[in-house]
């Protein structure tokens, strides 16, 4: 079982950048689909980007080109590089790894995802 920790948010401006990490323990994360999702304002959590273990991403349209998935199996971590951040961006953010090891698919659900961290906030002002 693995456990996720999320950190890098904060207050950033529009056009600027962060980078948020994704600690895990307790397990490797060899083999899953690792992925990144965030709550705004609507209460509903999005994805946002995907990585499996041969380093193959999927990007969610409203974040291509900004956004940078990848992950690091020597540290067990997982990294989400956000560029040119827009209010829009704004909101809590997850990351997630998949319940067993697997690829991610074409299309990753939720469901696919059995380990939760708690959250880093992203604030992006105009």
């Known amino acids: 079982q693995v456990q996720l920790v999320e950190s890098g948010g904060g207050s950033v401006q529009a056009g600027g950048s962060l980078r948020l990490t994704c600690a895990a323990s307790g397990d490797t994360i060899f083999g899953r689909c690792m992925g990144w999702f965030r709550q705004g304002s609507g209460n509903v959590r999005e994805g946002v980007a995907y990585?499996?273990?041969?380093?193959?991403?999927i990007n969610e349209d409203s974040v291509k080109g900004r956004f940078t998935i990848s992950r690091d199996g020597a540290k067990n971590t997982v990294y989400l590089q956000m560029d040119s951040l827009l209010p829009e961006d704004s909101g809590m953010y997850y990351c997630a790894a998949n319940r067993q090891p697997s690829n991610c698919g074409p299309r990753p659900q939720k469901s696919l995802f059995g380990a939760w961290g708690q959250g880093t906030e992203v604030t992006v002002s105009s």
């Open positions: 990585i499996d273990d041969r380093g193959r991403v």
